[in-house]
């Protein structure tokens, strides 16, 4: 398995563009998972999908923010104008309920994101 | 208001001896506890993990002990090895329901492993 996979890996742009992240959660995995790292505030969770339906999106910063699951197998999270203050480094992650194991996260290798 | 909180920014150990890694946290309702590891340019990797009805859990060099009355849990790795130097984090969640995988991470504590 290819594990969670995130693109781009990085990502520069100037304030008040768009900016797009990707991310395809592992095969048969019904949760997926938003989270962004920051010096401030550590890591903090954005948004999660169950089944491809929004659970809880407290997380999100401001309505700048959106993200969609629109199929098992992909997600976005899409900053529209984005601010300097947003440059972080953006995880996907996605689990399984039916893992024994428990409550256990697999995380993609992030998307550093600057603005400008 | 930090949930989850490693005091520790970074610790320093030498190869072949224990390194404990700290963790408190303050929400009663936490009842399952993991550690993650992750290495620069990567994303966490999950590590080991303990239920709030247990009090020590181990794997291999890694034994994590919850202590709840103190709502406190600790990483052990005996021995250390210079490959374990990473960020350690420390996340809780309240388990089920739609809680469900809504972690509550630590800021995390940067392992160094001396040869």
């Known amino acids: 398995d290819a594990g969670v996979i995130q693109s781009p890996r990085h990502e520069v742009t100037e304030m008040g563009q768009e900016v797009t992240l990707r991310c395809k959660p592992i095969?048969?995995?019904?949760?997926l998972f938003w989270y962004r790292q920051t010096m401030m505030r550590g890591l903090e969770l954005l948004i999660y999908?169950?089944?491809?339906?929004?659970?809880?999106d407290s997380g999100m910063p401001e309505d700048r923010f959106s993200a969609k699951m629109p199929n098992a197998s992909f997600s976005t999270l899409k900053i529209q104008p984005s601010e300097p203050r947003d440059s972080a480094v953006y995880f996907c992650?996605?689990?399984?309920?039916?893992?024994?194991?428990?409550?256990?996260?697999?995380f993609g290798s992030g998307t550093q994101l600057s603005v400008l | 208001d930090q949930q989850v909180k490693q005091n520790s920014p970074s610790l320093s150990v030498q190869e072949g001896r224990i390194s404990i890694l700290n963790c408190d946290y303050t929400?009663?309702?936490?009842?399952?506890f993991l550690w993650y590891k992750k290495y620069p340019a990567e994303g966490p990797t999950f590590l080991i993990s303990?239920?709030?009805?247990?009090d020590k859990n181990e794997d291999g060099r890694f034994t994590v002990f919850l202590n709840k009355s103190a709502k406190h849990l600790s990483l052990h790795i005996v021995p250390s090895q210079p490959g374990d130097s990473a960020v350690y984090f420390c996340?809780?969640?309240?388990?089920?329901?739609?809680?469900?995988?809504?972690?509550?991470f630590g800021q995390g504590t940067i392992l160094t492993v001396h040869p």
């Open positions: 999908f169950n089944n491809n339906v929004p659970i809880d």
């Open positions: 303990i239920s709030s009805i247990k």
């Open positions: 095969s048969g995995h019904d949760y």
């Open positions: 996340a809780a969640s309240a388990a089920g329901g739609t809680s469900y995988g809504k972690l509550t």
């Open positions: 929400n009663s309702m936490f009842d399952y």
């Open positions: 992650a996605s689990s399984s309920r039916e893992d024994r194991s428990g409550e256990k996260l697999f």
